[in-house]
């Protein structure tokens, strides 16, 4: 079992910027990559960024590539999202993901297996 915890959402302007952590806890070895999803209500549940943790090779989607950064810290087994120059459509509930991925291009939910809570981000304009 992987225990994920996520803080750091809450209240920003338009352009402004927010950094989310997410700690990770229990059988951390048992998967290789750790995501971000976010879900605005009434809407699908989409894939935000994935970091490989053992490498750091990173994907993005298309819709936050050059905003967001995700990173992580192995020893302390935390996961980052730092946004930046944020939008009212970036407003949604932000998930912290850990799973087993094997390649591809695509931000894909079913590959992970542990969920965290959320975090919410609201942005206004």
């Known amino acids: 079992q992987v225990q994920l915890v996520e803080s750091g959402g809450g209240s920003v302007q338009a352009g402004g910027s927010l950094r989310l952590s997410c700690v990770a806890s229990g059988s951390t070895y048992s998967t290789n990559n750790m995501g971000w999803f976010r879900q605005a209500p009434g809407k699908e549940r989409e894939g935000v960024a994935r970091i490989y943790t053992r490498g750091g090779v990173s994907l993005y989607a298309d819709s936050v590539k050059g905003r967001f950064t995700i990173s992580q810290d192995n020893a302390k087994n935390i996961v980052y999202l730092q946004m930046n120059s944020l939008k009212p459509e970036d407003t949604a509930l932000y998930y912290c993901?850990?799973?087993?991925?094997?390649?591809?291009?695509?931000?894909?939910?079913?590959?992970?297996?542990?969920w965290g809570q959320g975090t919410q981000v609201t942005v206004s304009s």
């Open positions: 993901a850990a799973g087993t991925v094997f390649g591809g291009a695509a931000l894909m939910a079913d590959e992970y297996r542990y």
